[in-house]
């Protein structure tokens, strides 16, 4: 028998029992922003690679997506900040040491340049837009003519935006589950992957669908190797961290992590675009529902897990 | 300087006087506390063993929360003690998660407060609040650079400890055994 009584009526709120100072804005804000730099990734690449004609959705009409999403992130993550009117420290400081500077820095970058990428597609996509001001004109000549250099800034900052959603939990050694540098690589992934779900959803052309199709199961198989490869770390680690990957295997998580996370989210949505790919009609929308879904659960079952696990002493 | 404590679990009774005199000294918000005691009983009756610690921030060396926080807020000043300045946190949350003693909590005002051993006391020349009452004198407070200190000389004699050194944070509260 070995038990820990705290006698002093220790019970402060979110930290006793145990941990819960993130809530549901932490996930979503990491999803949103995987999705974000998932979209925008593929954006830019079909730029590059000069598939603009072939690949119109994931160039011209997905990158919709980016602005709104990063900006539903950041309010989220703003309503998660508990001193909230100081949130502009973020901005008067560069803390190389600190993830979650890197990341306001990142978003900083980000949002204004998935805005200006939209825009310089406003006149192309709606005829009628009438950007008013000569000045605008101007500005979206300008962003017409950078376009290449723009899609290798976003493929680069995608790259960095997905990682840092993952870094952003990875960098804490105090929570045994997330203290794995797969993390960064592993919400890296599973945003390209949500990020192509949404793009195959809003596309109308077969063969687009065919190519990001492929893609994602490119995808979805990585994320499955870095997840058992996660858990095979986990499990070779120090107690706290078997301890923690017993939550998903028989402990408290186990059957959301491995129901709507693995089976739902990554397995059957898989078989579903493998189908679709030998011929047989499936509508689009399920497989990309079903991994938007998975993405979202995943980021949710992460945080609230991660929060219970900790040093013991 | 380095200042650090070490706590006598051989004289604690875990009679909660250094959790009130803190928490009246600082303003500790009602519901919170800067320091807490913890009651181990390890074994089954017969052979019970119990240890009784106060525990507070361990003002570690490699401490993660001035690491990982974005503003700068959390600060180490001199003598090695972890600060958090009010007015540059965001309440992010960031340090509460990094701390593997979780010993930082969320001020209802807003931003992230913790224990600052007494800085405001031993800028005075006072020792901490929490020493000053306890009334088994089982906390050492003081400078481990200097020999003649209270901690200096009471970690000398003793056989000590200190909590999850695993973490790798370099923790400044010492336990003796």
């Known amino acids: 028998m070995k038990e820990e009584l705290f006698i002093s009526g220790r019970n402060i709120p979110n930290i006793d029992p145990y941990l819960n100072i993130w809530h549901w804005q932490i996930p979503i804000?990491?999803?949103?922003?995987?999705?974000?730099?998932?979209?925008?990734?593929?954006?830019g690449y079909f730029t590059i690679m000069r598939k603009e004609k072939d690949m119109e959705t994931a160039v011209k009409w997905a990158p919709f997506l980016v602005p709104a999403a990063l900006v539903l992130g950041l309010f989220a993550l703003f309503l998660d900040l508990k001193h909230q009117l100081y949130f502009w420290r973020l901005y008067t400081t560069i803390r190389l040491e600190s993830p979650m500077s890197w990341g306001a820095w990142t978003l900083m970058f980000v949002t204004p340049l998935s805005m200006v990428w939209v825009a310089s597609y406003m006149k192309e996509l709606f005829p009628k837009w009438d950007w008013k001001f000569d000045i605008l004109n101007k500005a979206e000549a300008l962003a017409i003519k950078y376009r290449k250099s723009m899609a290798w800034a976003m493929m680069l900052l995608a790259v960095v935006l997905g990682v840092y959603t993952g870094i952003l939990l990875s960098a804490f050694n105090a929570r045994p589950l997330w203290n794995t540098s797969v993390l960064g690589i592993l919400f890296l992934t599973s945003g390209l992957s949500t990020g192509l779900a949404a793009t195959m959803w809003m596309s109308k052309s077969k063969y687009e669908r065919k190519v990001l199709s492929r893609l994602d199961l490119i995808m979805i198989g990585i994320e499955l190797f870095l997840i058992i490869h996660m858990l095979m770390g986990f499990l070779a680690a120090s107690e706290v961290q078997i301890e923690a990957a017993h939550l998903f295997l028989g402990g408290e998580f186990t059957v959301v992590f491995w129901v709507f996370v693995i089976i739902l989210g990554l397995v059957f949505p898989a078989v579903l675009e493998i189908l679709e790919l030998k011929g047989h009609h499936v509508p689009v929308w399920i497989p990309a529902l079903l991994i938007l879904i998975g993405g979202l659960v995943f980021r949710f079952v992460m945080v609230e897990a991660g929060q219970i696990t900790r040093f013991l002493y | 300087m380095r200042y650090a404590m070490a706590i006598d679990t051989k004289k604690c009774v875990g009679c909660s006087d250094c959790v009130v005199a803190c928490q009246t000294e600082n303003n500790v918000p009602h519901g919170y506390c800067r320091d807490w005691i913890v009651e181990n009983v390890a074994g089954s009756y017969p052979n019970?063993?119990?240890?009784?610690?106060?525990?507070?921030?361990?003002?570690?060396d490699n401490s993660p929360c001035v690491r990982c926080c974005p503003t700068g807020a959390s600060h180490i000043i001199e003598g090695g003690i972890v600060k958090v300045t009010h007015n540059e946190c965001i309440g992010c949350g960031a340090c509460i998660q990094s701390c593997p003693y979780d010993a930082r909590y969320s001020h209802p005002d807003g931003y992230v407060d913790k224990c600052t051993f007494c800085d405001h006391r031993l800028a005075k020349g006072q020792s901490t609040a929490c020493v000053e009452v306890c009334p088994t004198n089982c906390l050492y407070f003081g400078d481990l650079e200097d020999p003649n200190s209270d901690v200096s000389k009471a970690l000398k004699n003793r056989e000590w400890k200190v909590l999850a050194p695993e973490a790798g944070t370099k923790p400044q509260l010492y336990f003796l055994t």
């Open chain 2, 48 to 60: 019970v063993e119990i240890e009784i610690r106060s525990e507070r921030c361990n003002h570690c």
């Open chain 1, 29 to 43: 804000y990491l999803y949103l922003g995987g999705l974000a730099a998932g979209i925008m990734f593929f954006a």
